[in-house]
């Protein structure tokens, strides 16, 4: 499955375009705040081959990706009719490190 292909079911599988508020990317996850999490499908998500798990946390629906994220990421924004805020990743990249320096976490 390409990227593109992986992007479109991420999107149609968390219920469309009409149900993403917002979304960034960490390191290895697409953080997606939407605007209803039970129409999402997880389980679907869960078995596409590329996505790791998905995780539910602090109002975000998060998407494993892997090393892979900023790829899936730049896929799928133009998709969701989004502009790709690089700055915003990457600051969010920067406070996940220092997150797992303070936890520990390498």
Sequence with gaps: MTDKELAQ????????????????????RLRFKLKDESIA??????????VMTIIKSGGQYQVVIGDKVADIYNQVMPILGLK??????????DNNKKKRKTFGIH
Excluded: F, M
């Design 9 to 28: 079911k991420i999107v149609d599988l968390v219920g469309g375009k009409s149900n993403v508020n917002s979304l960034i990317h960490c390191v290895t």
């Design 84 to 93: 790709i805020d690089d700055d915003n990743a990457a600051e969010n990249i």
């Design 41 to 50: 499908k997880t389980d679907d998500i869960k078995n596409l081959d590329g």
